[in-house]
């Protein structure tokens, strides 16, 4: 997927504190900025940074149908990418208190519902917690049929609400790291 010309990550940093990883080189939990970020900045070993992080772009980054205030830091919401080529979206719900119960993101997910994708939300956890995913396929289905923001809207608050009973686990991850031995041993 090409990215939107001109558009960059700016100050955003969300995708190297939601994501856990788990790779040669670097381990992080869910939630946590990873050691190597700099907040507002990025990344500070940039040139040997795992594959998993450099092949990787929020879809914000690759959909000119977004607009610039959908920038994850600021709208609160993460676009994966990474089911997309199996007609799965995820939408990580990194701030509930900003755009999540908007109509502007009813609009995206309806967009997306439309074209026929499976429509997953996930809410991140405590520092070191698993996501929580829910698939609102079904649940969808007829507010984006009958284009009913309020009915979308509805069903995204229920599924907020709803978190309330979730058991939380564990990633089982810690911050572990030798990315910069790597980066000097290339400066050598
Ligand atoms: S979440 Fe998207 S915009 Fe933010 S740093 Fe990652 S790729 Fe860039
Ligand atoms: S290694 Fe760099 S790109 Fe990867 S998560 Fe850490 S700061 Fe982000």
Redesign the pocket.
Same mark, same amino acid.
């Given at each position: 997927m090409s990215l939107v010309e001109g558009r960059v990550c700016g100050g955003c &940093?969300e *995708?190297?504190r939601f +994501?856990a +990883?788990d790779t040669d080189g /670097?381990q992080?939990p869910s939630n946590v900025l =990873?050691?190597? *970020?700099s907040e507002g900045v990025? =990344?500070? &070993?940039?040139s040997v940074?795992?594959s998993v =992080?450099s092949g990787w772009h929020c879809l914000w980054r690759s959909m000119p149908q977004l607009s610039d205030d959908w920038r994850p830091d600021i709208s609160g919401i993460v676009i994966r990418p990474d089911d997309i080529d199996r007609n799965d979206v995820t939408f990580t719900i990194i701030d509930p208190l900003k755009r999540y119960l908007s109509e502007g993101f009813a609009q995206v997910i309806g967009m997306f519902a439309q074209a026929g994708y499976s429509v997953r939300v996930q809410f991140m956890g405590l520092p070191g917690q698993l996501p929580a995913t829910l698939d609102l396929t079904s649940q969808l289905k007829n507010p984006v049929q009958q284009r009913h923001l309020n009915g979308v809207l509805t069903v995204l608050a229920n599924a907020r609400d709803g978190l309330s009973a979730f058991s939380w686990r564990s990633d089982g991850l810690g911050m572990r790291s030798d /990315?910069l031995a790597r980066s000097n041993s290339v400066e050598t």
């Open positions: &940093v *995708c190297c +994501i +990883i /670097l992080k =990873c050691t190597h *970020c990025g =990344c500070e &070993v940039y940074r795992p =992080c /990315l």
